[in-house]
């Protein structure tokens, strides 16, 4: 209970510093909103010139389902942990945190939770209310999906660990090249892709869909929106679950290796 008094603060001060400014807070919200629009009449366009009520297993409501819940997965679990460390070596600010009594990596951890509430609180709470709304909406259709609430619960818990520890051990290549910004847009396209964000990897060519549900970042959106769905039952919801924890206990190892070596390394520039 003491050590999570003492690292609550973090989880605060970052959810004050995401508040502070509200332009900004009213530009992330449009910008999820503007995002989840522009997929949905995409995807309309495509199932109206389809003459198959069904692509590769989806109705238009569960295509719709699955892009509201899949903005919202991605903004839940993405921690900032990469952020935070290389703006930390860029401006020297990690020196100070350094010789703090605490721990470094607790310190990510808690300050990604704040990150994680705020996205709730804006993300998550109106995706609900949508995906809400479209249940009434299509009440009694025969191909509005059953959600899966505990199975996405347990996946979404898998996916924030993996995230967190992936852009954690993603954040400490700062220790090497300082500047982060390039290799952070190349990543989030990566991600973006191959996370299932825009396009459902169902879609994908058989090959490459095989390869993206044993990449990790198919574990951080994908794999959380397919079991509310229903998409993944039995043992291929148990095989998708063990690839979420695998890559989770993984990176977890492998940012505590990391993080002991590259520290050593430290050479501030800032500050």
């Known amino acids: 209970m003491s050590l999570l008094r003492r690292y609550r603060l973090f989880t605060r001060n970052a959810l004050s510093r995401l508040l502070t400014y509200r332009a900004n807070v009213l530009l992330f919200i449009f910008g999820n909103i503007l995002q989840t629009v522009v997929l949905f009449y995409l995807w309309r366009a495509v199932f109206r010139s389809s003459s198959s009520a069904a692509l590769k297993g989806f109705s238009f409501p569960e295509m719709v389902v699955y892009l509201i819940a899949s903005t919202a997965t991605i903004q839940l679990t993405r921690s900032g942990a990469d952020e935070v460390i290389a703006d930390e070596i860029r401006d020297g600010a990690i ?54 609430i505990p199975e996405f619960l347990l996946s979404l818990a898998l996916a924030f660990a993996l995230n967190f520890s992936y852009l954690f051990c993603f954040g400490l290549v700062a220790f090497v090249t300082t500047n982060m910004w390039g290799m952070s847009r190349l990543e989030m396209v990566v991600a973006s892709l191959f996370s299932g964000s825009l396009i459902p990897l169902v879609f994908f060519p058989g090959w490459l869909r095989e390869l993206s549900t044993f990449l990790p970042w198919a574990s951080m959106g994908y794999t959380p929106v397919m079991a509310l769905l229903g998409k993944l039952q039995g043992a291929s919801l148990i095989g998708a679950l063990g690839i979420e924890a695998a890559w989770a206990l993984f990176f977890i190892w492998l940012s505590g290796w990391a993080w002991d070596r590259l520290v050593r390394r430290l050479a501030v520039n800032g500050g």
Do not use: C, Q
């Open 95 to 148: 020196a100070m945190n350094l010789v703090r009594p605490i721990d470094y990596r607790l310190r990510v951890l808690f300050d990604s939770f704040g990150t994680s509430l705020y996205n709730f609180a804006f993300v998550g709470l109106p995706a609900i209310a949508a995906i809400a709304l479209l249940l009434g909406l299509w009440k009694g259709e025969p191909a509005m999906p059953v959600l899966h």
